[in-house]
């Protein structure tokens, strides 16, 4: 188990984690492919093409390629997650309920669904729906008769001694925090450091594992560091992975390949 903390995998995440322990890992954020379904490129009303998300890691052939991709991975999370953690996972209208409905038949037992209200979304170029403002993460334990981590005093200290809600109001990467190659955003999904923070402080200790098997651009790595957690991070491409590094810098913090 040594050889993997804190440090980013190189590889598929479906086989890395047959080789890491059962019962190992303390909490797991997971940002999977999203499977958009884009038809083609999207242009504002100038003309000038959206940088969207076209990368071939988020394209499938069909809805069951993607419901196998996704029963897959995360019987592989579950199994390495201890019978007391939680896992996280992210997702937009696209692919959402699909992940939600295989964590069910899987055996999960869901907290709550956490609604990532961005206080700076991308427009609707076209005006054809409603602006899509949200994401959405599923919060679950292993089992329903999991005894999990919460801390429930540390998230009222967000909101003015309040209960903290549901809905979260955070902006999505920009600025000095979205990392860019050759002037274009380097990640197409990066998360903002905001929501790490977040979920890693709620829902996991000092010195606990926080697995994260689709790392990207490293974000949850070098927030799991900053706050005193380890981290196991698995990842298949390479500039990705170079990304991450760039990212941890921001932490002062240059990421290891396992």
Same mark, same amino acid.
């Given at each position: 188990?040594?050889?993997?903390?804190?440090?980013?995998?190189?590889?598929?995440?479906?086989?890395?984690? /047959?080789?890491?322990?059962?019962?190992?890992? @303390?909490?797991?954020?997971?940002?999977?492919?999203?499977?958009?379904?884009?038809?083609?490129?999207?242009?504002?009303?100038?003309?000038?093409?959206?940088?969207?998300?076209?990368?071939?890691?988020? $394209?499938? +052939?069909? *809805?069951?390629?993607?419901?196998?991709?996704?029963? @897959?991975?995360? /019987?592989?999370?579950?199994?390495?997650? %201890? /019978?007391? =953690?939680?896992?996280?996972?992210?997702? +937009?209208?696209?692919?959402? #309920?699909?992940?939600?409905?295989?964590? $069910?038949?899987?055996?999960?037992?869901?907290?709550?669904?956490?609604?990532?209200? %961005?206080?700076?979304?991308?427009?609707?170029?076209? =005006?054809?729906?409603?602006?899509?403002?949200?994401?959405?993460?599923?919060?679950?334990?292993?089992?329903?008769?999991?005894?999990?981590?919460?801390?429930?005093?540390?998230?009222?200290? *967000?909101?003015?001694?309040? $209960?903290?809600?549901?809905?979260?109001?955070?902006?999505?990467?920009?600025?000095?925090?979205?990392?860019?190659l050759n002037g274009k955003k380097?990640?197409?999904? $990066? %998360?903002p450091e905001a929501l790490l923070?977040?979920?890693?402080?709620?829902? +996991?200790?000092?010195?606990?594992?926080?697995?994260?098997? *689709?790392?990207?651009?490293?974000?949850?790595?070098?927030?799991?560091? %900053?706050?005193?957690?380890? #981290?196991?991070?698995?990842?298949?491409?390479?500039?990705?992975?170079?990304?991450?590094?760039?990212?941890?810098?921001? #932490?002062?913090?240059? #990421?290891?390949?396992?």
């Open positions: 188990m040594d050889k993997y903390l804190n440090k980013i995998i190189k590889g598929d995440c479906i086989e890395i984690l /047959k080789d890491i322990p059962e019962n190992s890992v @303390d909490l797991i954020f997971a940002d999977p492919p999203y499977n958009l379904q884009l038809q083609g490129d999207l242009y504002r009303p100038n003309q000038t093409r959206v940088d969207g998300v076209n990368d071939k890691w988020d $394209q499938y +052939s069909s *809805f069951e390629e993607y419901d196998q991709f996704t029963y @897959d991975w995360l /019987k592989s999370c579950k199994r390495v997650l %201890k /019978k007391d =953690g939680t896992i996280w996972v992210i997702g +937009s209208y696209h692919n959402i #309920f699909r992940v939600g409905k295989i964590m $069910q038949d899987l055996g999960f037992w869901t907290l709550n669904d956490v609604i990532w209200i %961005k206080t700076n979304p991308m427009p609707n170029f076209k =005006g054809t729906r409603f602006n899509n403002t949200q994401e959405t993460l599923i919060w679950a334990t292993k089992s329903q008769k999991s005894k999990y981590t919460f801390h429930y005093k540390s998230m009222k200290a *967000f909101g003015d001694d309040k $209960q903290m809600r549901s809905d979260w109001y955070i902006p999505i990467c920009n600025g000095k925090e979205r990392i860019k380097a990640h197409s999904t $990066q %998360k923070y977040r979920i890693i402080v709620a829902t +996991s200790n000092p010195g606990d594992i926080v697995l994260d098997p *689709f790392i990207g651009s490293g974000t949850t790595g070098a927030v799991a560091k %900053k706050l005193g957690r380890n #981290f196991i991070g698995i990842e298949k491409e390479n500039v990705y992975i170079k990304i991450a590094n760039e990212n941890a810098k921001i #932490f002062n913090y240059n #990421f290891q390949l396992a």
